[in-house]
């Protein structure tokens, strides 16, 4: 298969980026924007005590079939770190760590928030980042089409990019291709850069409902169907598949 050749911006082309990249379908899709765009992308995880490992486990199987998509990001394509951050699920009672219903809290949050997590995620990838000579951070925040999460928004991750750089006295970049993008616009940016092949892989290959349910398969993928993130993915992808 060969990729769509994106122009590389300029100043990319000998950087090393670091993509935070948990499986699902917003981390895969731009991973797959990283490895269109810098000499050398690696990728980590975290483990923080999540209800389902289904996710943990669609990173590999993802990884694998990205490398054999283009012969171009299997050269790219660099090591995978996984980072315990258990420590994290036992200070934040969330849906996604316990056993709770999803409901919405007083402040307006879903209780499927926890609390700070993308603060404490780019703080110890920019940690790893520094020690693996990577001067760029990607992760698939957004906010467009998204719970209200504070830790996603454009401000507070501009904000951790100069404190980022600040402290470490070295630049640190944080990359977000998909923050005004909704998720009709994500499966599009999918078939950009890997055409319908690369769309099917993010499909059948990712996962990205809460429930943990990798069983049911609908044309938008695997999933329960029901909570939140199973309706955000379906909806996307209806107003995508539509437009083909
Ligand atoms: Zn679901």
Excluded at 61 to 83: C, I, P, Q
Excluded at 91 to 111: H, R, V
Excluded at 168 to 185: G, N, Y
Aim: negative net charge.
């Amino acid at each position: 298969m060969s990729t769509t050749s994106m122009h590389r911006p300029a100043g990319t082309a000998d950087q090393k980026a670091l993509v935070l990249f948990s499986g699902g379908q917003d981390s895969t899709t731009c991973l797959a924007w990283a490895l269109a765009r810098y000499k050398t992308v690696e990728t980590v995880g975290f483990d923080y005590g999540q209800r389902h490992s289904v996710e943990l486990e669609c990173r590999t199987k993802v990884l694998e079939k990205l490398r054999a998509f283009s012969s171009d990001w299997d050269t790219r394509l660099g090591e995978d770190f996984m980072l315990d951050m258990r420590s994290l699920g036992t200070i934040s009672d969330c849906s996604l760590t316990k056993e709770k219903e999803i409901e919405w809290e007083a402040n307006g949050l879903p209780n499927t928030f926890v609390p700070a997590r993308n603060l404490l995620f780019f703080t110890y990838a920019a940690a790893l980042a520094y020690r693996r000579g990577a001067t760029v951070l990607v992760g698939g925040m957004c906010e467009t089409d998204y719970s209200g999460y504070p830790d996603c928004r454009d401000n507070t991750l501009k904000s951790l990019q100069v404190s980022l750089s600040l402290g470490l006295d070295s630049p640190m970049v944080i990359e977000t291709p998909l923050m005004w993008l909704d998720k009709a616009q994500t499966w599009q940016l999918a078939h950009d850069l890997g055409g319908d092949e690369l769309v099917n892989l993010v499909r059948f290959d990712t996962h990205t409902c809460y429930m943990g349910d990798h069983t049911h398969r609908h044309d938008w993928g695997y999933g329960c169907g029901q909570c939140p993130a199973c309706k955000l993915r379906q909806a996307g992808w209806d107003e995508f598949s539509n437009q083909m």
